[in-house]
């Protein structure tokens, strides 16, 4: 991964102090020339443990209290920085069905909050991390990232070329902080396992892939496009009796908000979406596809769609050893 783009840069990173934040934090302040890592979070007390966490790297590493929901904080924390990566949202889906008030305010108007903040300080550059529930979405966490995937694309047109903004979505993380990894683990103590479908599928990504796409993508974009990684999919049933083979899988129904399966791009996307051999980029409907296609990216099916049950890239029970080894580390 080349990241000479970031030689001398400042970034700044929302919801840093999570597992995605840490995990890109750490792999910016150990290959990268940036000149300096902020850390922007709410949680005092995650960002004192991740003081403890991240030594040695002198004055390039810097903390910032605030919260999203904040605008003055943000323009505030925005003073000289170069590139912004918003990983900061609320993002459990049954508790923001009941929650709808605070999702709005932390995932739409946040990410407006950002936006404006980077325009009125003359950042270069924004990436967005969305998730696969904005596209088609079922439930409340879905739309509100569908809106702030909107408001990023569209905020371009405010920038002037003068801020870049962005977005990637990507799947299920493994490993990350909450994730099924998490879930199945402590549910495996009691010898049951619960599972709201049998045949319900999921994509699934490692942190370290999740950071290489939004890194990559900072370093490709134009501006207004969704980058969306080839990843693979399996059933979550197939998942749980690999992980907790002694247990009892329990099933429980599907949760309100959740999806049998999950979509990455839509048919109505696949109309404007390119690709490369490890990922799709989704430019904006009034722009044309050129300037990928220079860089060698070919036009896709319009009427393909990537969705978790129709993937042509399967996880088996081996590909899956891999990538839980990978997520583990």
């Known amino acids: 991964m080349n990241l000479d783009f ?7 990173v929302t919801g840093g102090t999570g597992s995605f934040g840490q995990n890109c934090v750490r792999t910016l302040l150990d290959f ?3 000149a300096r890592v902020i850390v922007f979070s709410r ?14 790297y002198d004055n390039r590493l810097a903390f910032f209290l605030g919260d999203v929901r904040d605008a003055a904080r943000l323009d505030r924390a925005f003073e ?9 949202a609320l993002k459990h889906v049954p508790l923001l069905e009941y929650s709808p008030f605070e999702a709005v305010q932390t995932n739409i108007i946040g990410t407006q909050n950002v936006i404006n903040a980077a325009i009125d300080n003359g950042v270069e550059k924004v990436m967005f991390l969305s998730t696969d529930k904005a596209a088609s979405p079922a439930n409340l966490y879905g739309a509100t990232k569908l809106c702030a995937e909107k408001i990023c694309i569209n905020a371009n047109s405010y920038s002037a070329g003068k801020t870049k903004i962005a977005c990637v979505r990507y799947g299920n993380v493994l490993g990350s902080r909450g994730s099924i990894l ?4 402590a549910q495996r103590k009691n010898g049951v396992v619960n599972l709201t479908h049998e045949e319900m599928t999921r994509f699934w990504i490692t942190l370290d892939q999740g950071v290489s796409l939004v890194l990559n993508g900072l370093r490709e974009m134009q501006g207004g496009e969704i980058f969306i990684p080839k990843i693979p999919s399996m059933r979550v049933a197939d998942l749980i009796k690999l992980v907790a083979p002694e247990c009892e899988m329990k099933i429980i129904g599907i949760r309100p908000g959740e999806k049998l399966h999950e979509t990455l791009v839509t048919v ?11 990922v799709y980029v989704v430019h904006p409907q009034t722009a044309k596809p050129d300037p990928w296609i220079q860089m060698g990216a070919r036009a896709v099916d319009p009427n393909f769609v990537y969705s978790s ?3 042509s890239s399967w996880l088996d029970e081996n590909s899956l ?6 997520a583990r580390l």
Do not use: Y
């Open 6 to 12: 970031l030689a001398g840069k400042r970034i700044l």
């Open 32 to 34: 990268s020339q940036a």
């Open 43 to 56: 949680d005092e007390l995650k960002q004192s443990q991740m003081m403890a966490s991240f030594t040695g």
């Open 80 to 88: 000289g920085v170069d590139v912004v990566i918003h990983a900061a």
């Open 182 to 185: 998490h879930i199945i683990e």
């Open 268 to 278: 109505e996307e696949m109309r404007h979406t390119v690709e490369f051999d490890d």
């Open 309 to 311: 049950d129709r993937n």
């Open 321 to 326: 050893r891999e990538l839980l080894a990978q």
